[in-house]
């Protein structure tokens, strides 16, 4: 393993320096500590403290690394609920809950693995990871037990919890499709995450099975925000007028619809119909109430932290974990 000795002959600077550059110490200028941690990042240097922590590693703790926190996410109330579950299982082994976060950014300065050493993290929950993340793809490889919510797990030490994306999305539309509808739209989230893909998928088969034609133009993406999606159906709807409903990827996207709907001097539902996806806390509040897929987050949250913590311990898991989803039919949808 790298050591800071190692750094300090490839800067060729002193022992001393090395460290006090790693210890954000004042008196090393900005520039020698840039050279040193570039080199620590180059031959893949992690503190030795860290590392001797994560070989004598057994604190009773369960990870969580939540990638792309943003204060905007917290409307839709889904970290919380996840937390509050794998809260609640961890809990009730005597485990603690222990919150890390990153970003698409930050995971290109350092590895998983230093990540994961730094913090003393033998194992981990992931939520919030894009497929053309780093962490993604180094995840396949890693020797550490990693539990993906929402994304299909692939590597020999990798699980994931989710519900069949393709199926509820599917359902979704099927819905709007038994009320009459043929013009149907998608507001679907980025183009980089797991979940838009199979709900693509999802809205792409019902289509297929009613044999409706595909229209790619009626598909948007929206990154899963309100602002964007509330911006982007105003244009949707103003050139293709046709179109009589519209399935989101998600409930805040479908609010941001809502408003866009509402503010271009249309109905819904006799104008047009919307379904969304996750069944959040808001959705029940909505005028109208909006139709919607429920899947329970705070469930997944305990599953997830029971599989973590039964590959922490090398016990036989599920390679993926599908719980139940369901079409909640409140009053955003009408019959044609």
């Not at 230093?114 to 020797?143: M, T, W």
Request: aromatic share 8%; hydrophobic share 40%.
């Amino acid at each position: 393993m790298p050591t800071i000795k190692d750094i300090a002959r490839i800067a060729g600077i002193s022992v001393t320096t090395v460290s006090r550059a790693l210890n954000h110490y004042s008196d090393v200028s900005a520039k020698t500590k840039k050279r040193v941690f570039d080199i620590a990042k180059e031959i893949g240097y992690v503190p030795n403290r860290s590392a001797q922590n994560l070989v004598k590693r057994k604190n009773n703790t369960l990870a969580i690394i939540l990638s792309g926190l943003e204060r905007k996410g917290g409307k839709d109330n889904i970290v919380y609920q996840l937390l509050s579950g794998m809260y609640s299982y961890a809990e009730s082994v005597n485990y603690e809950v222990v919150l890390f976060t990153t970003s698409s950014a930050h995971q290109k300065e350092k590895t998983y693995i230093q990540f994961c050493k730094e913090h003393n993290i033998g194992g981990a929950v992931l939520n919030g990871i894009r497929i053309d993340d780093p962490y993604f793809h180094e995840l396949v490889n890693s020797d550490l037990p990693c539990v993906l919510i929402d994304v299909l797990a692939e590597g020999g030490n990798t699980s994931s919890v989710t519900i069949d994306n393709i199926e509820a999305a599917k359902d979704a539309v099927a819905y709007l499709i038994t009320q009459n509808h043929r013009t149907i739209g998608m507001i679907n989230g980025r183009k980089e995450a797991d979940v838009s893909i199979q709900r693509y998928k999802g809205y792409i088969k019902a289509l297929k099975q009613h044999h409706i034609t595909i229209d790619e133009d009626k598909i948007i993406y929206a990154d899963f925000d309100e602002v964007k999606a509330y911006e982007k159906t105003k244009s949707l709807l103003r050139r293709y007028p046709e179109i009589t409903a519209l399935f989101c990827a998600s409930d805040m996207m479908a609010i941001g619809a809502m408003r866009a709907i509402k503010d271009i001097n249309l109905r819904i539902p006799q104008d047009i119909s919307i379904v969304g996806f996750d069944n959040i806390p808001l959705s029940e509040y909505t005028t109208p109430p909006l139709t919607t897929i429920d899947q329970d987050f705070y469930k997944r949250g305990a599953e997830a932290a029971k599989q973590l913590l039964k590959m922490i311990q090398q016990e036989k898991v599920e390679k993926n974990i599908f719980l139940e989803h369901k079409l909640l039919a409140r009053h955003s949808v009408h019959m044609l």
